[in-house]
């Protein structure tokens, strides 16, 4: 049974994968994500054996049921009425499990939950389903770095850009270099942003170069909008645009490259800054 206790950490994950998470808690996650291999390693096994062991009890009830089994039934003789005999009162019974014995259950289903899902997402002997394709993993891991660094680092003030605007040549240079893609830093000030430096991180195994831009008028004033490009391929080559985790995505896919704005959901001018941006970088 000790092999099968998951870990604080596990546990954490696993609720996290589940959507059970509150805000403080996914914000802790985002960040140890961030910064810890160990921590994502654990965090996509969860996330492949949950998807997995969906797809597999989804198939199971799409199996059809055998044909013998239905004439069986159909031709099963109709029961004959039964004669109800006087039948002396039974006690009643109600099971109210106590407080303590609901958490035992609790944590006993988690655990098992929680084991075979990671066995399932872990252990490389498992067979795996044909449908759960390697470029749409890949592709859900990749967002999901995005995302991770984007509300790690929108709420930094002091910190926001490794190299700050008024050093456009060392971005230039620095990005390129890492990244291999080639690229104008966009002027957007009519859109109400003003450049603030850039960064450079891994998504998916792959570096991801950012311009970062704060937002300098309107509703949103204050607010984090930026410009990520990689050498990574979605899948298909398609764009996206979708909001994850309180957080809009507008990419877009040229040959040598993807391009990708980012900003908080409620921003309803993403698909313009997207349009503008695609013009000058």
Not at 56 to 76: C, G, Q, S, T
Not at 262 to 279: N, V
């Amino acid at each position: 049974m000790n092999a099968l206790q998951p870990s604080p950490l596990e546990l954490r994950l696993s609720a996290f994968v589940d959507g059970r998470a509150d805000e403080h808690e996914r914000h802790d996650l985002d960040e140890l994500l961030v910064n810890d291999p160990q921590a994502r390693a654990l965090h996509d096994g969860l996330k492949r054996g949950a998807d997995i062991g969906r797809r597999a009890f989804d198939d199971i009830l799409k199996e059809p049921v055998p044909l013998d089994l239905v004439r069986d039934i159909k031709n099963a003789p109709l029961p004959r009425k039964a004669i109800r005999l006087p039948q002396p009162p039974r006690p009643t019974f109600s099971f109210k499990p106590s407080g303590p014995q609901a958490l035992g259950c609790g944590l006993l289903l988690l655990v098992l939950g929680g084991g075979l899902g990671y066995m399932l997402g872990g252990n490389p002997a498992m067979p795996q389903l044909a449908s759960l394709s390697t470029p749409t993993a890949n592709g859900r891991d990749w967002l999901d770095d995005i995302v991770a660094h984007y509300r790690l680092y929108a709420r930094q003030t002091n910190h926001l850009a490794e190299i700050p605007a008024n050093r456009p040549a060392d971005i230039l240079e620095w990005l390129t270099t890492n990244t291999g893609v080639n690229f104008r830093i966009p002027e957007l000030e009519q859109s109400g942003l003003t450049f603030q430096g850039a960064r450079l991180f891994a998504a998916g195994g792959v570096p991801v170069g950012q311009l970062l831009y704060r937002r300098t008028d309107g509703d949103g004033d204050g607010d984090v909008i930026v410009i990520a490009f990689t050498k990574t391929r979605p899948e298909g080559n398609r764009s996206i645009e979708e909001i994850r985790n309180d957080t809009g995505l507008v990419s877009w896919v040229t040959p040598l490259a993807t391009y990708m704005v980012i900003g908080p959901s409620s921003a309803a001018d993403l698909d313009d800054i997207a349009a503008k941006a695609a013009g000058l970088i």
